[in-house]
């Protein structure tokens, strides 16, 4: 690449791919029509089980989720069995950001998604600003004037990073909603063009939270075959995806139209958007009774601590989050967990291949499983560092909710819990790299893990220490 190449990277977080090219070809995005008409563009394929917020780590680093240790916002301690919050400022592995500032870069990152402040020499970061997530305690930059200068322009989020804590009922929550997320896009957007016209960045991030916020509140609203889905909310409040999705697209336009011929855009949406409908509250339940039915780990309890025992640590295997899209369960293993039961080897192996077998047998109550894919950590990671994951997740299948759902070996469990949340992700995500390098518009399906690298590769610049490859279609 020339030493004047520029780049523009754009991350609509979790909007659905299928959704906004699906709106493009009919006319309502032309934005992103006029960007797929003119990209590179591809399927993302996110780390496998963990990818809603493993892949942000993953795709800043290039690190795997195993070494960099990140997979949900509250991670389960294997010394205490309890659950904490993840603190993003513990990501010990150089970021793309950092990697092309320390060649001397000017780097400009607003809102990436889960990003601590990464100190930059040459460029500046505004963190929680309008994110779907907190990074950290909200808005903040590096430096510290850049986050004055946006509260006394633009005001902090009023959501506070918690969109869920509104509660949408009404007709007229809705509305407000929709009004104070699309007001957030035009703020960001306008102060992305700002700092590109009034400083000679090499690169400008800029991350959109709401994409994640709407598709969480409001895909009952959208889609008519959602369980939740109300005509008369409907009617009073119409397409409240598509209309966040148009703000994006006219944000992505004011984008578009910042390049010129030195500037590359690269475009994310990542990971994607499904109803949420799982069952993981009677799996959990079942887990508990089909473990007191396997044989395994019945040998004499560690007891000695002069502690005392959580009482989580008596169990063979416990459920921990990772998301709602999978169910995740973690074994109670010896010289791993504090307190563990189950030896490491093939008592382990069988353990973990006989719970597959119970929890993927799991059925509804219309006959269909559960589950429809299971993955094994120990089968889908690199072999250092797989400790720091769930030993198995399974993927609920998201057609349709069940109350009640049945083991073959324990019999049932029932629950009436609705998720708050209508909508939640699925791991695909969408890239576009405009303009096409050389013309060339269909891609292979990428990595996260080489996204990050393969910026960085614009620059010659490599990240530290990383898993990534560099994806050369990206470089022509
Ligand atoms: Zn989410
Ligand atoms: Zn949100």
New binding site residues.
């Given amino acids: 690449m020339s030493s004047s190449t520029r780049l523009i990277f754009v991350v609509f977080d979790s909007a659905d791919q299928y959704w906004l090219k699906h709106w493009a070809k009919a006319g309502d995005l032309p934005n992103f029509k006029r960007l797929g008409d003119a990209s590179l563009h591809g399927e993302i394929e996110n780390r496998p089980g963990v990818f809603t917020i493993a892949t942000w780590f993953s795709l800043a680093t290039g690190v795997e989720p195993t070494r960099h240790g990140f997979y949900s916002f509250s991670q389960y301690d294997p010394g205490t069995y309890r659950l904490t919050n993840i603190e993003a400022e513990k990501l010990h592995y150089q970021t793309l950001w950092q990697a092309l500032d320390e060649q001397g870069k000017k780097c400009a990152v607003i809102d990436f998604p889960r990003m601590p402040l990464l100190k930059l020499q040459h460029g500046l970061q505004v963190i929680d600003w309008y994110p779907?997530d907190l990074s950290a305690n909200g808005l903040a930059s590096d430096p510290e004037n850049v986050a004055i200068e946006i509260q006394k322009r633009y005001g902090s989020d009023p959501?506070e990073g918690h969109?869920d804590r509104f509660r949408l009922k009404s007709a007229d929550d809705f509305k407000e909603f929709i009004t104070i997320v699309e007001k957030r896009i035009q703020c960001k957007v306008e102060f992305a063009e700002s700092l590109w016209r009034s400083s000679r960045f090499d690169t400008l991030t800029v991350g959109f939270?709401d994409a994640?916020?709407a598709g969480?509140q409001c895909w009952h609203l959208q889609h008519a075959d959602h369980l939740r889905h109300d005509k008369i909310l409907a009617h009073a409040v119409p397409d409240p995806i598509k209309q966040v999705y148009r703000a994006l697209d006219t944000a992505l336009g004011r984008l578009l139209d910042l390049a010129d011929e030195n500037t590359k855009i690269v475009v994310l949406a990542n990971p994607g958007m499904e109803a949420n409908y799982h069952s993981k509250i009677q799996a959990a339940e079942l887990l508990e009774r089909i473990n007191e039915s396997l044989p395994h780990g019945d040998h004499a309890v560690n007891t000695m601590s002069s502690q005392p025992m959580p009482e989580l640590a008596r169990k063979k295997s416990l459920s921990v989050p990772v998301g709602d899209t999978y169910f995740a369960i973690r074994a109670n293993v010896i010289d791993r967990e504090r307190y563990g039961i189950l030896r490491m080897g093939m008592e382990l192996d069988a353990y973990l291949q006989e719970i597959t077998q119970e929890i993927m047998a799991l059925h509804r109550e219309d006959g269909l499983c559960v589950f429809d894919d299971v993955i094994r950590t120990s089968d889908t990671y690199h072999v250092d560092h797989q400790h720091n994951l769930p030993d198995l997740m399974f993927k609920s299948r998201r057609d349709l909710p069940s109350r009640v759902i049945t083991s073959p070996l324990v019999g049932s469990a029932t629950s009436n819990f609705t998720p708050h949340r209508s909508g939640d992700h699925n791991p695909l995500g969408a890239y576009w790299v405009y303009p096409a390098p050389n013309g060339v518009l269909k891609s292979d399906t990428v990595r996260d893990l080489d996204i990050g690298v393969t910026l960085c590769a614009l620059f010659d610049t490599d990240i530290e220490d990383c898993d990534g490859n560099v994806i050369d279609q990206w470089l022509v």
Avoid: I, S, T
């Fill in positions: 779907h959501f969109c939270g994640h916020c969480h």
